[in-house]
């Protein structure tokens, strides 16, 4: 697994010109380390006033951001697991019409499996801006450029999640499957930038 | 050192309370993984039209994304290590006039040390976009989405390193260094948004 390798050597793999690990793989790593420092800053003994209010909007902020991180950091190696499998599929026999015809299928279920995981990463990203919006009113304040790095890393990961959903959606043939994650990731994507705005102004 | 450290356990790492590793060591990453996902472009097989002028122009971009990529993992420790510089300069003892002296002297070495360092990483983002413009232009036209992550995570990265110079400069005292380091950092990420834009239309 991606994750149980070294940071150093997870940098090595992503240099190589194998195909994989690549975009995909990265954009949720971008995202899991946002919601990871996140998780940081709602866990520090300091909050923004020192208050009960801000202690319980924190705390409540943890088990949500503990999930995306967890989610996140599972897509790092299911993006590159799907992936996989679509090279796998292109590569099925293509001899005779059933075969070609079961190659077909196998591609395009492949695709989709492999559309649906940075659709995942764009979702967690979202899921995770949100509760920046609650660390960035309450979290410390010495440690605002965490939060403005988590900020910054979540949203890099939705937008390169994005560019890999996109780039998939062009060899699906379902065309009602297509529109509907098109449709979805251009409005996560526009999510993404509206709370991440909210959440820099509550920051400052 | 982190980079020796699984990609788990160092998420384990960033999402505890503990304030290193934090958002320093966090954009060094993001941008170390930039730079690695354009070496593996420049590395394929392929090329954006098989031509030799492609070749020769993505074999040039090499070194440059290996040495970026080199000194951006570097950075991830060394964020750390200087941060952790600060905080025990913070601790040295403060009793005599004499040690208040030598308190203070030893907060802004470690201070500036700390700020060099994401200084360093913007210097870093901007030279692996350089080389992006080249990736972009001439490596294969399939994995562009690969290309546009890679950008996306430089900007996060030189974004997320700018707000830690920023924070590191409202402590320093020396008004030479805090205006020169200020007023490049705001050129380098002027100079990374507008590389980055050139890119991404390269891209298309």
Not at 68 to 71: N, P
Not at 86 to 97: C, G, N, R, T
């Given at each position: 697994?991606l994750?149980?390798?070294?940071?150093?050597?997870?940098l090595s793999?992503?240099?190589?010109?194998?195909?994989?690990?690549?975009?995909?793989?990265?954009s949720?790593?971008?995202?899991?380390?946002g919601?990871?420092?996140?998780q940081?800053?709602?866990?520090?003994?300091?909050?923004?006033?020192?208050s009960?209010d801000?202690?319980?909007?924190l705390?409540a902020?943890?088990?949500?951001?503990?999930g995306?991180?967890?989610?996140l950091?599972?897509?790092?190696?299911?993006?590159t697991?799907?992936?996989?499998q679509?090279?796998?599929?292109?590569?099925?026999?293509?001899?005779?019409?059933e075969?070609?015809?079961a190659?077909?299928?196998?591609?395009?279920r492949?695709l989709?499996?492999?559309?649906?995981?940075p659709?995942?990463?764009m979702?967690?990203s979202?899921?995770?801006?949100e509760?920046?919006?609650?660390?960035?009113a309450h979290?410390y304040?010495?440690a605002?450029?965490?939060?403005?790095?988590?900020?910054?890393?979540?949203?890099a990961?939705?937008?390169g999640?994005?560019?890999?959903?996109?780039?998939?959606?062009?060899?699906?043939?379902?065309?009602?499957?297509?529109?509907?994650?098109?449709?979805?990731a251009?409005?996560?994507?526009e999510?993404?930038?509206a709370?991440?705005?909210?959440a820099?102004?509550?920051?400052?």
């Open positions: 697994m994750i149980e390798l070294t940071v150093k050597d997870l793999r992503f240099s190589s010109s194998d195909p994989t690990p690549g975009g995909g793989s990265a949720a790593l971008a995202s899991a380390v919601a990871a420092l996140l940081m800053v709602a866990a520090l003994p300091k909050t923004r006033n020192g009960d801000d202690r319980a909007a705390a902020a943890a088990p949500a951001l503990d995306s991180r967890r989610l950091t599972g897509a790092v190696d299911a993006d697991a799907a992936y996989d679509v090279v796998a599929a292109y590569k099925l026999p293509k001899a005779s019409a075969e070609q015809d190659r077909k299928a196998a591609i395009q492949a989709q499996a492999a559309t649906d995981v659709l995942g990463v979702q967690q979202v899921r995770a801006l509760e920046a919006t609650i660390v960035a979290g304040k010495s605002s450029s965490d939060v403005g790095v988590a900020i910054a890393l979540l949203m990961g939705a937008t999640a994005k560019l890999n959903v996109d780039v998939n959606l062009e060899s699906i043939t379902d065309a009602s499957y297509r529109g509907t994650v098109a449709a979805e251009r409005d996560l994507l999510t993404v930038g709370i991440a705005e909210r820099e102004a509550l920051l400052r």
